[in-house]
């Protein structure tokens, strides 16, 4: 156990690994949030998985993996976001399509290259053991663009969630806030890929946000609990994991839903008492 | 001369093919207190929303004092007969009331003082300022509905479109919420849709009779063969009991 800390105070990859998940957690919570009360889970599942287009065309060319996830994860939420606008009724089946497709485009370039295992290994499930300080600054810089967008828009983004006909009557914008929306999605989708893996990025999104939603009367507490919450479960799968040397980005999930799960068990039980 | 304020013209709407509203004339002149009734299915809803602009018509025209909706979405208040939202969503009665600032409020960003002035204000007129800080998950209909009011309210609007607003309201509730809307009137032209005509013809100064066509309107007097006529049959007279 004190190894951990021991290993903390001298070696960076740790410091690294501790603050890329804190880094982590503030986008998951802001973005989350919104994830969380516009049941757009599935929405966000599609852009997530088929980032790894991007990532493994990116990769093939021997570009950075992540700048390739970012295009890719912003083409995907603008096509699912037009296709939602726009043919409301085919909106499941465009999302498995795009969600599909995009990861049969990584796998085949990934192949193609070389280190195949370990590198779509490390897409997929993540490694919060090797970020950089390059990944630390962009993921810095990708939160700071959430934080501003979100603070101008609040207003505006709890509106056309809470109830998008009276946000057009309100004469808002809403496609043009839906899409902005989508693409704030798709910036924390890759904000998260280094710490858990893009298979895992959903629960990531949603479950510290989901608890959060549990306890408080707006959307604005609900991003500052799912935050905070966020850096709770980051930092303790960190620190399980690290001596049995378990997988890092497993471990944060599962001691997110295990929260997830005793903070829904908890709060039954109080509404039955 | 001054504008009507809602000037529908030659109206004709459908989904998918099926006609819901045919032939539609109507004039509703500022300061009106104006009364929408008919049988479910009527197309009560469908009018409302195509006055504010959800809906397209496939012909006729629609003007808010002779300008297009669009242009004039800041004039219109507007009470859905449904909630469109979740129960369960995290927001308090304030700032659901302040979400009808939004188009309108001068400031940029957050709600400003003026917005929250605004909407303490029309929370005091529907009654619903000791909830303020209160979850919308645990209100009674009744305390939502006075809600939405409040948040159409907070526009300060020029014309409310009220559809069913007081359907979760009980009797004595529903004469404080007319007498709030008479008390608006003073400001604002109301249109009202409502299935209560006896009680709502104490208020209103206009009717509009709404099966698929209008089968009266202005100031046609509501006698029993035109009630028979939008219902059916089997639907007592007007009374006014003053
Ligand atoms: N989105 C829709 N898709 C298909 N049909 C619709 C839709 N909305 C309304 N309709 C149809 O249009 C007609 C008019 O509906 P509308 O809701 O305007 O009636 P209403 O007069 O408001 O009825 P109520 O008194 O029950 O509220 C109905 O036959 C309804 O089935
Ligand atoms: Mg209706």
């Known amino acids: ?99 599909a497709v995009g990861m049969a485009i990584g796998i085949i370039f990934i192949s193609k290259s070389d280190g195949y295992n370990t590198n779509l290994m490390s897409f997929l499930f993540g490694n919060i053991l090797i970020i950089s300080d390059e990944q630390l600054f962009i993921m810095l810089l990708l939160d700071i ?67 959060a939603k549990q306890y408080v009367h707006s959307i604005g507490m609900m991003m500052l609990l799912a935050s905070v919450l966020g850096m709770i479960f980051t930092s303790t799968g960190l620190f399980v994991s690290y001596e049995p040397d378990l997988p890092a980005g497993a471990t944060i999930i599962l001691v997110a839903g295990i929260a997830y799960f005793i903070s829904s068990l908890a709060k039954s039980f109080i509404r039955f008492k | 001369m001054t504008k009507a304020a809602i000037e529908i013209t030659d109206l004709n709407f459908s989904i998918e093919n099926l006609s819901i509203l045919e032939n539609i004339n109507m004039t509703i002149e500022q300061g009106d207190f104006a009364g929408l009734v008919g049988p479910n299915g009527g197309g009560k809803t469908s009018l409302i929303k195509l006055i504010l602009g959800l809906y397209k018509p496939q012909s006729g025209k629609i003007s808010i004092f002779g300008e297009p909706v669009k242009s004039q979405r800041k004039a219109i208040g507007y009470v859905p007969q449904y909630a469109n939202f979740n129960n369960d969503f995290p927001i308090s009665v304030q700032d659901t009331v302040l979400q009808g600032r939004l188009g309108v409020s001068s400031c940029f960003g957050r709600y400003c003082r003026e917005d929250k002035v605004i909407a303490q204000k029309v929370m005091q007129e529907t009654e619903v300022f000791d909830l303020a800080q209160r979850s919308i998950q645990s209100l009674s209909g009744g305390q939502m509905q006075r809600v939405l009011v409040a948040r159409a309210l907070a526009a300060e609007p020029e014309i409310m479109l009220l559809d069913e607003p007081t359907a979760n309201i009980d009797q004595r509730a529903e004469k404080d919420i007319f007498d709030i809307f008479k008390a ?53 007279e007007v009374h006014h009991h003053h």
Not at chain 1, 11 to 27: E, K, W
Not at chain 1, 39 to 56: D, E, N, P, Q
Not at chain 2, 197 to 206: C, E, H, Q, R, W
Request: hydrophobic share 55%; proline share 1%; with cysteine.
């Open chain 1, 145 to 211: 663009i959430t934080i501003i967008f979100v603070a101008i828009f609040y207003k505006q983004l709890v509106a056309i969630s809470f109830d998008i006909e009276f946000a057009i009557v309100r004469a808002i914008n809403v496609n043009l806030f839906y899409l902005l929306l989508l693409c704030l999605i798709a910036i924390t989708v890759v904000l998260l890929i280094q710490v858990v893996g893009l298979i895992l990025v959903i629960a990531l999104l949603t479950l510290p946000a989901a608890i």
């Open chain 1, 1 to 99: 156990m004190l190894e951990f800390f021991n290993t903390l105070a001298t070696q960076s990859f740790l410091q690294n690994a501790l603050l890329g998940g804190i880094l982590a957690s503030i986008g998951c919570g802001l973005t989350g949030s919104f994830v969380v009360v516009n049941r757009i889970g599935y929405m966000a599942g599609g852009i997530a998985h088929s980032v790894l287009g991007g990532m493994g065309i990116a990769y093939y060319l021997g570009l950075n993996p992540f700048a390739g996830a970012l295009v890719a994860a912003l083409l995907a939420a603008i096509i699912i976001g037009v296709i939602k606008l726009k043919w409301q009724h085919q909106e499941d089946t465009t999302i498995g399509a795009i969600w």
């Open chain 2, 184 to 236: 608006i009137n003073e400001r604002m032209t109301i249109l009202i849709i409502s299935h209560d005509i006896a009680f709502v013809s104490d208020y209103i100064n206009k009717v509009f009779c709404l099966n698929k066509t209008l089968v009266c309107h202005d100031s046609t007097p509501v006698t029993s063969d035109t009630i028979h006529k939008l219902y059916g049959g089997h639907v007592s």
